[in-house]
């Protein structure tokens, strides 16, 4: 531990708002940065993305009481919202919106949690360390979308009763009471991409890794990708959209349906929603 | 022209030494020693009532707790969205109280209010038994609580640190600060009377008092740098009162979420814990004054000087809680209002009329001199205010959370588990239970202190009639003639 250490960094700690990721000393644009783009047009609601999530991050199930007094651990969820003025329940029309964490480029969680647990990493992702936690719940205070999903009960000892611990994904931990977890796009898989490619001496492609949500969608409503590459399928939804990453107004054509969920609050988030498209006509 | 010195005494005592009446100038200085240190001796049989009480509320808390940690925070009945909730609200009230301690005696020090002599003693105590009981609270809302270390600046071999952008390592901080000076602060005004407590114990007694004596002998050397340390110390300690409150605020205030994220939050925060501060300084002057028969000392005349600061900070805390709603309404911050809405119209509002009503009306009282110097209805009144205060930053943290930016997170049915009960009831237990040990280990009032008070009030009164009878003139310009 030496403080010189921390002296000599400290100037260029969260100086500027990261761009492509972390703003990284050495090499200031990082080649990756994960994204997504979501068209609720498509959606149906069907919940195989909560339900991949369950299945790949390990997430436990907590039961129907639990589940209504707040304690559901679901990273995606699926917000149901009736359309207005349009009549009581069957003629009614419903829009779905899965929200997961929106892996903030200037996220209010990380700049204050008092332990440094969540951190920007290089692509761009936010990342939550478990291990550091010590369960403040200050990052899902500041969080406006309310992604983050606390441990109030020691899960592990009651969710997956023998033989159900055998179906938990071994690519990542079972977290234990007093910590704050939260959707990491599968970073998992995506570490595991990414150390393929290299030793390959290649970047990850596109199409080649995605997190469990976007691979169970049947209807391919979830697109993801690397921004960075303009080629990427992601990038060119964006563009196409005129939604642009770095900026808290878009210049957009009204004609677009891309937009980012509260974006006058400046948190940057790198996930795209398409608004649903509705005949009113018919 | 009738000008006898006995009659030029009463004329300039009507003259002049109006705060004379804050303490009966006549006391003994051997029957303050008698007084004060039959307070570590007998009290009356209520102190053990309260002793116990507050044992077994404590022991409530800490069963509470050891539950907690073993099931996890989910016994606590906080949910998602509404991560915080009580123990918050709770740990903000208890540190804001610890404010007025110091303030009491730092800032009346330097200005020579000499009426808070009396007083100061047990002011500084509560404010460090409060602190302990807040820092046990940033624990007890913890996950996991025994890792929280990580959020100390403490050597180690990963070389990590916490993230200092965090509000949360500030508060750890300024709270240790706080907590360091101001007891350091309590025991070197202390020292003086541990050596009175050292020359009258026996037996195991007088060996802990000659310990914590240092040494004092009361020389003229020892109490001159004794002046200039307390002095230096009370110049240190006011302005981080000031800080440490404001830096809680930011805790809420450098957040995004609405209700929270409101400029006016550091004054508004300082304000409030002077107030509520002064509030509980009032309740324990009156417990202190019937439990150790303190009457002489802690009299009417300076009860009424507290209520009428506790009056003056409650229309501070007034203002700025208007300015706070005033703001948010003209702020144009569609969140925000929401917020304030649900606030005052939401599940939370009988709580939040309530906490306007005795926060900002019910001081009004004490406007008036009958109820200002009237015992039974000072401790009532200034419980009430407290709970005024406790009920605000209750109202703070968690309507807001139960009403935040995201209209699909809105979690208006949470309600406080009876662990959460528990465990605030525990701290009252824990607070009482110190604060009660204190007094009867230490003296609560400063017997050096309360001497040099009389010392200066005889030797004015003396002064003055001295000058009446060697100047006529004035003796008749003081209406002796009539």
Redesign the interface.
């Known amino acids: 531990?030496?403080i010189t250490?921390?002296l000599n960094n400290w100037s260029f700690y969260?100086q500027k708002r990261p761009f492509r990721g972390q703003y990284d000393l050495n090499k200031q644009y990082s080649e990756y940065k994960w994204a997504m783009a979501l068209d609720l047009d498509i959606c149906t609601g069907c919940n195989a993305c909560t339900t991949a999530c369950y299945a790949e991050n390990n997430l436990p199930v907590v039961g129907k009481e639990?589940y209504q007094?707040?304690?559901?651990m679901h990273w995606i969820r699926i917000?149901r919202y009736w359309d207005e003025n349009m009549g009581e329940f069957p003629e009614s029309g419903t829009s779905f919106l899965p929200?997961m964490c929106q892996q903030c480029e200037e996220a209010?969680c990380e700049?204050?949690?008092?332990?440094?647990a969540t951190n920007h990493t290089n692509d761009g992702l936010n990342s939550q360390n478990y291990h550091?936690?010590?369960?403040?719940?200050?990052c899902?205070?500041?969080c406006?979308?309310?992604v983050r999903?606390?441990?109030?009960?020691?899960y592990p000892s009651t969710a997956w009763p023998s033989p159900l611990q055998d179906q938990l994904n071994p690519d990542l931990t079972v977290r234990t009471?007093?910590?704050?977890e939260k959707c990491t796009f599968c970073v998992q898989r995506l570490n595991e991409a990414k150390s393929r490619a290299r030793t390959e001496y290649r970047l990850v492609k596109d199409g080649e890794v995605v997190p469990a949500c976007v691979q169970a969608c049947p209807t391919n409503a979830i697109t993801f990708g690397n921004i960075v590459d303009p080629k990427s399928k992601v990038a060119k939804m964006w563009k196409n959209q005129q939604v642009d990453l770095y900026k808290d107004e878009q210049e957009k054509d009204s004609s677009m349906r891309g937009y980012r969920i509260?974006e006058d609050?400046r948190p940057f988030p790198s996930v795209m929603y398409m608004e649903r498209v509705r005949d009113m006509e018919a | 022209m009738v000008n006898t010195y006995e009659e030029t005494e009463v004329a300039v005592e009507k003259k002049f030494v109006k705060k004379e009446h804050d303490i009966n100038a006549d006391i003994e200085w051997a029957k303050i020693n008698k007084d004060i240190l039959r307070s570590l001796e007998r009290p009356r049989a209520i102190f053990w009532v309260i002793f116990v009480a507050s044992f077994a509320l404590f022991m409530v808390g800490v069963s509470c707790e050891v539950y907690q940690y073993q099931t996890g925070l989910g016994v606590a009945n906080l949910d998602n969205p509404h991560v915080w909730g009580l123990y918050v609200a709770t740990f903000i009230w208890w540190i804001g109280m610890g404010h007025s301690g110091t303030l009491l005696s730092a800032l009346l020090h330097i200005m020579h209010a000499d009426w808070r002599k009396p007083i100061y003693r047990y002011s500084e105590a509560m404010t460090t038994f409060t602190l302990l009981t807040a820092a046990m609270f940033v624990l007890v809302h913890l996950g996991r609580i025994w890792q929280f270390y990580y959020v100390v600046a403490y050597p180690n071999e990963r070389w990590t640190w916490p993230n200092f952008q965090s509000p949360l390592v500030w508060d750890a901080t300024a709270i240790g600060t706080y907590l360091t000076s101001s007891l350091i602060f309590l025991y070197i005004g202390m020292i003086p009377d541990l050596a009175i407590c050292r020359d009258n114990a026996i037996g195991f007694r007088k060996k802990i008092y000659l310990f914590l004596s240092l040494g004092w002998m009361g020389t003229d050397r020892q109490w001159a740098n004794f002046r200039v340390t307390y002095l230096t110390l009370a110049c240190f300690l006011m302005p981080l009162a000031v800080s440490v409150h404001s830096i809680v605020s930011t805790d809420f205030a450098a957040s995004q979420q609405p209700g929270y994220h409101i400029t006016s939050f550091p004054p508004y925060f300082v304000a409030g814990a002077i107030y509520s501060g002064l509030a509980v300084i009032i309740t324990l002057f009156i417990v202190l004054r019937y439990t150790f028969r303190f009457e002489e000392y802690m009299t009417i005349p300076i009860l009424e000087k507290l209520a009428k600061l506790t009056f003056a900070a409650a229309m501070v805390w007034t203002y700025l809680n208007l300015i706070e709603y005033a703001s948010t309404w003209y702020g144009n911050d569609m969140y925000a209002k929401q917020a304030l809405i649900y606030r005052a119209t939401g599940n939370f509002a009988p709580f939040w009329w309530m906490m306007n009503f005795l926060g900002s009306v019910l001081p009004f009282a004490l406007a008036f001199k009958k109820v200002r110097t009237n015992i039974p209805v000072m401790l009532v009144l200034s419980i009430l205010l407290n709970f005024g205060m406790w009920l605000e930053r209750w109202m703070i943290i968690s309507p807001t959370l139960a009403h935040g930016i995201y209209p699909w997170t809105w979690d208006h049915d949470q309600w406080p588990s009876f662990v959460q009960w528990g465990i605030v009831a525990g701290s009252f237990g824990w607070f009482n239970m110190l604060f009660m040990l204190y007094c009867k280990i230490f003296p609560s009032i400063s017997m050096y202190e309360v001497k040099e008070m009389l010392y200066e009030r005889r030797s004015f009164k003396t002064k003055k009639v001295a000058e009446e009878v060697s100047n006529p003139e004035l003796a008749v310009e003081g209406g002796l003639a009539s």
């Open positions: 531990m030496s250490n921390l969260r639990r007094h707040g304690y559901a917000e929200m209010p700049t204050v949690c008092p332990v440094g550091r936690c010590i369960g403040s719940r200050y899902s205070v500041n406006p979308y309310k999903y606390f441990n109030f009960w020691n009471k007093g910590v704050m509260l609050l």
